[in-house]
């Protein structure tokens, strides 16, 4: 089975600032994990993913995820938020059996303060 | 030239009555998906058909039928319209559904927002 925690429900910086959205995972076989992002009031995008490659994964606008087998996280980074940064992230896991789910976390609310 | 496209965009009817969303995918994908997001953002996966074969089907009413005419399309109709139907739903395709590929990436429509009065 497959899960995935965010562990905030809503995080707020200020523009110019870190961004940090944290995510766990669990899963019975080695995972492939993504971060997507939704934008009020639009569909979900994808903003980078891991596939056992590189454990330090970059993605569109600035952001990297690093993956940590031991701590069992894909943490979502970005050196300094931008106001359009303002929008719902999701983690999401997939596990490698036939007809495994995209599993998703409940998402994150990132807000950016001028 | 939208990859994967939902219709319609928003849709209000009243409980009881029955509905269709329509989805279509032009990346020649084989599997697609449907979710559905509830008033707290959670998303769910409803179901997946890979080359038009039903492959994941989760506890979801018997009211609800995904039917798929051919792979680029996913249709998912609704009987019986109840109020807590109301959501937002999206659908998605991805290349690869059997294998860890780099392909397996899935990408949404722009959602449809159902309100059931």
């Known amino acids: 089975a497959q899960s995935v925690t965010q562990l905030d429900s809503h995080v707020s910086v200020s523009e110019g600032t870190p961004v940090l959205l944290r995510c766990n995972y669990s899963?019975?076989?080695?995972?492939?994990l993504f971060w997507y992002v939704q934008h009020p009031n639009k569909g979900l995008q994808l903003l980078l993913k891991y596939t056992s490659a590189a454990t330090l994964v970059k993605g569109i606008n600035g952001f990297e995820a690093e993956f940590k087998k031991s701590e069992t996280s894909f943490h979502l980074t970005k050196p300094s938020a931008h106001m359009s940064d303002a929008a719902e992230y999701f983690c999401v896991v997939r596990g490698y059996n036939y007809g495994q789910n995209f599993v998703f976390g409940p998402g994150t609310r990132l807000s950016v303060l001028p | 030239d939208t990859a994967v496209s939902q219709t319609p965009k928003y849709l209000v009817t009243q409980m009881g009555n029955d509905k269709s969303i329509k989805c279509e995918q032009n990346l020649g994908h084989d599997t697609m998906y449907w979710y559905k997001q509830d008033s707290k953002k959670f998303l769910k996966i409803m179901f997946s058909y890979n080359n038009k074969e039903l492959i994941i089907n989760e506890t979801v009413p018997n009211r609800f039928s995904p039917k798929s005419p051919d792979k680029a399309h996913l249709n998912l109709h609704i009987n019986s319209l109840e109020l807590g139907d109301s959501a937002v739903y999206f659908c998605?395709?991805?290349?690869?559904?059997?294998?860890?590929?780099?392909?397996?990436?899935?990408?949404f429509g722009p959602g449809t927002r159902l309100l059931v009065l």
């Open positions: 998605a395709s991805s290349q690869a559904v059997m294998v860890r590929t780099s392909e397996e990436t899935q990408y």
């Open positions: 899963s019975s076989y080695s995972p492939s």
